[in-house]
């Protein structure tokens, strides 16, 4: 079972993704901020990790620059859920790999048509098999 | 004086005249007594020499030929007369009174019969000038005569005295002629002279030199001497006079000048801003005391001396010296922003602009440096890009959640009627969050464009605050929060907008609860006195630090610290309530302990029952 690690400090959207992609069959833990899913990553490495930006203690961005520096190697995909203005600040991630951004408002069939081609590619290489 | 010099002068003038003519004259007589001395002697000598040498022999002592000679030569200083043999024995001889004649022994060779010798008289001693020539018989030398003369300075003859006085007369006669003479030509100078001493006087009128030299031999020469130093002098005068008024307008246009000066640097330095004048040298020329606070450099090290000098900053330095090195012609002005090193949350601006001259716009006399505090505008402006930020985050949060529910509810999720409920709510929720956010924005768009209108109404302020207190509490529900209430039975009625004091009320309540602490209180109370009604709501959460005490009130303001920035927020709510408290004539004022809580007294004036 493939495990997506959701980042977001509105329970509504926790709510949503947690009750859309478990019913997709992937593994679903839930953190409220930056500091928590960094803490959850070093206890076991998702698949995939969906991280809001604006969260409060750390924030997405940190949070990506601490696992690039920790984890220089990382397998995972890094999806961030951005609003447009936050686009401008995408800079911070043009020496980061293997990171997706999709945009609010975020439709959880977007996601989740996402993670199915993303998983099948994946799959098709055999990293994950 | 001078003229009595002048007189003595010619006296010594004359009387050495009269010497060197009465020393010319002696040495003349000496020279003429001279040759007369050698006629004499050299023909005697030869005449003597003719008389026979026995007949002297044969005058047996009595040398009456020699004596009468003697007499004869009396007036000549005769000393003595002798006839010697070839053997320089003396046949016969006779000598003046006190003279003796010298024994010699002359040459019996031809080639020396005759001559001249200077000798000294054996008894006194003086000279003697002796001629002597041969005694021949048959051609044979039998002796020699001798004739000797004194050979002494010949005093002055006395004869000569009259002649001499003859000449000295016209001498003396001619020194005071001619002294009258120069004195009277001298006369106009010496005038001329007290004229000039008069002239010279401190004070005196000025007057041209006048000259009285009529009928005098040098008057011609004068006058026109004269006349021509008149003109040089009145030139002069004249010069003096045009260089004393161009020294006077030059006085006054340079206090004109100093003045202006001074009126000019006193508008600089009252100006609000840090101004800088740089030379195309780029050496400081002037600089105001507003730039110290600013550059944190003493407005005296930068006088007269180039930024490499004393500024710290390196970036400021770049800016400054890449503005230097530019052509003129491609010079314009510029503005850069930077952080003083020792405070980082100070922002200075500086532009600068080339200072072109007037009169030839392609030179450049130098550069022109404002320095301004700009902290408050970058504070502002980075808090409204964060305040975009901010925005767009808090309406995209509740956006989202609606995209997310609705498109849920279209599904297999639809269909649970729990479901169904649950994402009713979010969405309801959702749509509040941002119709508050909407109506708060709108009201503050509003106030600020001064198109916002009061609607006084008389209003319960005590149903207002209930009403508002009621809902709070209704959307807290859940939360560990306590809510107190304290509100007097009675307040009197208010006229005030309604809808815009709930907003402020709401406003206050909401900030309540979104800075406290779980298990803290939120306390709303009123009271009353006979000119005012004072609202309190009180808050026992994070505080406020005190230095931001003075800043919640501005808008999109938000305390950096991270109690703050975990909690959504714009910076709009208090902004607004203070804003809709003023345009009631009322006051909204803060008083917070960091740590233990926040109190904001909202005051509002009573209106009288009939405005």
Redesign the interface.
């Known amino acids: 079972m493939k495990q997506i690690l959701i980042a977001d400090?509105?329970p509504?959207?926790i709510?949503?993704?947690k009750?859309?992609l478990e019913?997709e069959g992937y593994g679903v833990t839930a953190v409220g901020?930056g500091e928590q899913a960094l803490q959850q990553i070093r206890t076991a490495h998702p698949d995939v990790l969906i991280t809001d930006i604006?969260m409060?203690?750390m924030t997405g961005r940190e949070l990506c620059q601490a696992i690039e520096k920790e984890w220089p190697q990382r397998r995972f995909t890094i999806i961030v859920m951005t609003?447009?203005?936050?686009r401008e600040q995408r800079e911070w991630v043009a020496s980061l790999k293997n990171i997706q951004f999709l945009e609010?408002?975020?439709?959880?069939?977007r996601l989740v048509a996402f993670l199915h081609e993303h998983f099948s590619a994946d799959g098709a290489d055999g990293k994950h098999a | 004086m001078k003229s009595d010099r002048l007189g003595l002068l010619m006296i010594a003038f004359s009387l050495l005249a009269i010497a060197l003519v009465v020393g010319l004259l002696a040495g003349h007589q000496r020279e003429a007594r001279a040759v007369q001395m050698r006629d004499q002697g050299v023909s005697l000598t030869r005449m003597l020499a003719n008389i026979p040498f026995q007949q002297f022999a044969s005058e047996r002592g009595r040398n009456s030929t020699l004596q009468a000679l003697m007499k004869s030569q009396a007036s000549l200083n005769f000393a003595y007369g002798a006839v010697v043999d070839v053997q320089g024995r003396a046949v016969a001889q006779v000598a003046a009174p006190g003279a003796r004649v010298p024994a010699l022994r002359l040459s019996p060779e031809p080639a020396f019969w005759s001559g001249e010798n200077r000798l000294q008289s054996p008894g006194d001693g003086r000279d003697i000038r002796e001629f002597y020539g041969p005694i021949l018989e048959n051609g044979h030398l039998k002796g020699f005569v001798r004739l000797g003369y004194f050979d002494s300075d010949y005093p002055l003859a006395l004869e000569q005295l009259p002649f001499l006085a003859l000449l000295a007369l016209p001498v003396f006669l001619l020194t005071p002629a001619f002294y009258f003479l120069v004195k009277r030509a001298v006369k106009p100078l010496a005038s001329i002279s007290r004229q000039m001493q008069d002239w010279l006087a401190p004070g005196s009128a000025r007057k041209s030199i006048a000259i009285d030299a009529t009928g005098d031999l040098a008057a011609g020469v004068l006058q026109d001497f004269v006349q021509r130093f008149n003109g040089v002098m009145q030139a002069s005068e004249q010069r003096v006079r045009e260089l004393e008024a161009e020294k006077a307008s030059m006085q006054t246009s340079s206090s004109v000048i100093a003045y202006k000066k001074e009126k000019i640097d006193a508008v600089l330095h009252a100006l609000p801003e840090g101004v800088m004048v740089l030379d195309e040298s780029g050496i400081v020329t002037f600089a105001n005391a507003k730039l110290e606070p600013l550059l944190g450099t003493e407005t005296a090290a930068m006088i007269g001396r180039t930024p490499r000098d004393w500024c710290k900053n390196q970036e400021l330095l770049a800016f400054l010296y890449r503005h230097q090195e530019q052509p003129a012609n491609t010079y314009r002005a510029e503005t850069m922003e930077f952080s003083p090193t020792q405070a980082h949350d100070r922002r200075i601006s500086v532009s600068v602009t080339p200072l072109f001259s007037l009169k030839d716009s392609s030179r450049v006399l130098g550069t022109l440096a404002v320095v301004r505090d700009a902290t408050g505008e970058y504070l502002a402006r980075r808090s409204s890009e964060e305040f975009v930020a901010n925005l767009s985050h808090e309406l995209k949060a509740p956006l989202n959640t609606v995209v997310m529910y609705s498109e849920l509810l279209e599904g297999e999720d639809g269909k649970s009627s729990e479901f169904r409920v649950e994402a009713v709510n979010a969405i309801h929720e959702s749509a509040d969050r941002m119709a508050g956010l909407i109506g708060n924005l709108l009201n503050i768009s509003k106030i600020e464009m001064g198109s916002l209108s009061l609607h006084r109404q008389r209003v319960k302020l005590h149903d207002l605050l209930s009403d508002a207190f009621e809902s709070i509490t209704q959307q807290s529900k859940g939360s560990s929060l306590e809510f107190q209430l304290r509100l007097p039975a009675e307040i009197g009625l208010v006229a005030v907008d309604k809808d815009l004091l709930r907003i402020a009320v709401d406003n206050l309540l909401t900030n309540a609860i979104k800075y406290n602490r779980p298990g803290g209180t939120v306390t709303l109370s009123a009271e009353e006195n006979d000119e005012e009604i004072v609202v309190r709501v009180r808050d026992t959460g994070i505080g406020i630090p005190h230095a931001d005490q003075a800043r919640v009130f501005d808008k999109f303001f938000r305390a950096a610290s991270e109690e703050v920035t975990e909690r959504s927020g714009h910076g709009l709510g208090l902004y607004l309530a203070k804003q809709i408290v003023e345009l009631h004539h009322g006051e909204l004022t803060v008083s917070s302990e960091p740590g233990r809580g926040t109190e904001f007294t909202l005051l509002l004036k009573k209106t009288p029952l009939n405005s």
């Open positions: 400090d509105e509504h959207v709510r949503v993704l009750l859309t019913r901020n604006q409060p203690r609003s447009m203005t936050e609010k408002p975020l439709s959880p069939r």
